[in-house]
Nanobody
Framework: HLEESGGGLVQPGGSLKLSCVIS????????IGWFRQAPGKEREGVSC????????YSRNSVKGRFTISRDNVKNTVYLQMNSLKPEDSAVYSC??????????????????WGQGTQVIVSS
């Protein structure tokens, strides 16, 4: 079970921190990815982090602005989003993939999905 929170309305240049709480997950070999989907567009991978080795990956358009991290005590993965742009507006979802190391941001490789949280960047 995955549950996102932290979305909302923010002005361009602002920041938001998304949270993904992971529960009832029986395997330790997994990675968490953040994805987004804007109206009329395909879902795209944003960032991911491995629960096994801590490796991360982010798409080029968010590098230097978004940071993915995890708190294993709280079973939570975060996506800190800074310097937000209108084109970052989308429904953001977290998902889990069963993998022994590393991670990817390819949607079809993910097995479990949260419901999503809306992010709107607008003045």
């Amino acid at each position: 079970h995955l549950e996102e929170s932290g979305g909302g309305l923010v002005q361009p240049g602002g920041s938001l921190k998304l949270s993904c709480v992971i529960s009832e997950f029986t395997s330790d070999y997994y990675a968490i990815g953040w994805f987004r989907q804007a109206p009329g567009k395909e879902r795209e991978g944003v960032s991911c982090i491995s629960n096994v080795d801590g490796k991360t990956y982010s798409r080029n358009s968010v590098k230097g602005r978004f940071t993915i991290s995890r708190d294993n005590v709280k079973n939570t993965v975060y996506l800190q989003m800074n310097s937000l742009k209108p084109e970052d507006s989308a429904v953001y979802s977290c998902a889990a993939q069963l993998v022994r190391s590393g991670c990817t941001v390819v949607p079809y490789q993910y097995d479990y999905w949260g419901q999503g949280t809306q992010v709107i960047v607008s003045s």
